[in-house]
């Protein structure tokens, strides 16, 4: 059983300036742990370096170990807009999958506060990074590791399809987001966490508050029940109420086990949301809310 401890973008301190996160695995190799570190450099080519090749000089006062193994050499970095792509030797490939996992979140991690970096890349021996099917390993961020993994050997890829509010709250726009997640978690549970976390893009809006709370969800003869916190009720966010409701229905029912969605909150389906909309029904699929091009 191999774990991956919930290091997200939120931290737990405040980093000052010139201060980031390098993040190892614990002395077992089966959980990320940071280290807040002083960098020299502020030229972010310099700091990239800097930072990666941190990660490779353990620091002798912390039970931590390297998430890259010894035999790993990195070479170079090179920036092209918002992705930087790393460059290691051949040995880098020599790494178990479930390790090289870890090792992929631990550089998103240790990278993702360095300014204009919004992807990364790795190249192996001057080739880009496969994975064991042999397809290539796409660009990647911190975000694209979902936290509180239980079980390496059971962490997969998925792709999901979102649909958020547009610009003006008065229709849907799609967005497609691969991510790495334990297949232990509800996918559906997944997609809601999603749709709180908000959308990529700047030309669309976030339909569900971001600090509601999912109190459980379950599947009865292929209706999903979804019981959130009052907190839901709550979404001030300029977006239409129905716009609002066929966000969560039409991303959960992209799932293909599921037909059709039930809203409660705080497990009662008898409420209406934001006194515009009675959730006492069980929604099917509406794409008429998609934005028309």
């Known amino acids: 059983m191999f774990l991956i401890s919930a290091c997200g973008r939120k931290e737990e301190e405040t980093l000052e300036k ?13 959980e990320l742990s940071k280290v807040k570190y002083e960098a020299q450099s502020a030229e972010r080519d310099e700091l990239i370096d800097e930072l990666v090749t941190e990660m490779m000089n353990v620091p002798g006062d912390k039970e931590v170990v390297s998430a890259l193994d010894d035999k790993v050499a990195y070479e170079r970095h090179e920036l092209r807009e918002d992705v930087v792509y790393l460059y290691f030797d051949s040995n880098y490939s020599l790494m178990k999958p ?3 996992i870890l090792t992929r979140k631990a550089i998103a991690n240790t990278l993702e506060r360095v300014k204009g970096i919004k992807f990364i890349g790795i190249y192996v021996d001057e ?8 397809e290539v390993v796409p660009l990647f961020s911190s975000g694209d590791f979902i936290d509180g993994i239980t079980n390496v050997n059971a962490y997969q890829k998925v792709k999901l399809k979102l649909y958020f509010a547009s610009e003006s709250g ?5 967005e497609d987001r691969s991510l790495f997640y334990d297949i232990n978690t509800p996918l559906e549970k997944l997609v809601l966490e ?18 509601t709370g999912i109190i459980n ?10 019981n959130f916190d009052d907190v839901f009720l709550k979404q001030n966010l300029g977006v239409r109420e129905d716009v609002a409701i066929y966000s969560i229905v039409n991303s959960i029912l992209e799932i293909n086990t599921i037909n059709k969605v039930k ?8 409420v209406m949301y934001r006194d515009m909309l009675n959730l006492d029904t069980v929604f099917e699929r509406n794409l008429d809310y998609l934005e028309k091009d």
């Open 217 to 226: 969800t379950y599947i009865d003869e292929n209706i999903c029940y979804i």
């Open 263 to 270: 809203i409660l909150v705080n497990g009662s389906s008898n």
């Open 194 to 211: 999603q749709l709180i976390q908000g959308p990529n893009s700047k030309n669309a809006k976030a339909t569900i508050p971001a600090d």
């Open 170 to 174: 008065e229709s849907l726009v799609e």
């Open 98 to 100: 479930y390790k090289e």
């Open 18 to 30: 010139g201060e980031y996160y390098i993040y190892y695995l614990n002395s077992s190799g089966t």
């Open 127 to 134: 080739q880009p990074l496969v994975d064991i099917s042999g």
